[in-house]
């Protein structure tokens, strides 16, 4: 079974950067796609980013596109979301989620991916 775990949150001030990490283990194919959502109180679950294992083009949600920006290391084992820039409305628990089996026209949703982290907080208040 794949397991994710984020790491990174915290509280910073508007405007400020932040970076998340997720972990997932055990090493999945290169089939395997990473996102990020993020849930705010009273709201549901927004897709933030996401990418294949195996490279190539990075999705991003339209709130966070030219501030958030999602790597990978070389291993392909840990993902990163670089948070700049940051507003009090970016202020969510942020999950991470793995799946083997998105398609593309379904990679912004969160019942597509099946494998889940705890979240980790993140806060912008000034």
């Known amino acids: 079974q794949v397991q994710v775990e984020e790491s990174g949150g915290g509280l910073v001030q508007p405007g400020e950067s932040l970076r998340l990490s997720c972990a997932i283990s055990?090493?999945?194919?290169?089939?395997?796609?990473m996102a990020w959502f993020r849930q705010a109180p009273g709201k549901d679950r927004e897709f933030v980013a996401a990418?294949?294992?195996?490279?190539?083009?990075?999705y991003y949600g339209d709130s966070v596109k030219g501030r958030f920006t999602m790597t990978k290391d070389n291993a392909k084992t840990t993902v990163f979301l670089q948070m700049n820039s940051l507003k009090p409305d970016d202020t969510a628990v942020y999950y991470c989620a793995a799946s083997n089996s998105v398609i593309l026209s379904r990679i912004r949703s969160p019942e597509a991916y099946g494998n889940w982290g705890q979240g980790t907080q993140v806060t912008v208040s000034s």
């Open positions: 990418m294949f294992r195996s490279g190539g083009h990075t």
């Open positions: 055990p090493r999945t194919g290169s089939s395997t796609t």
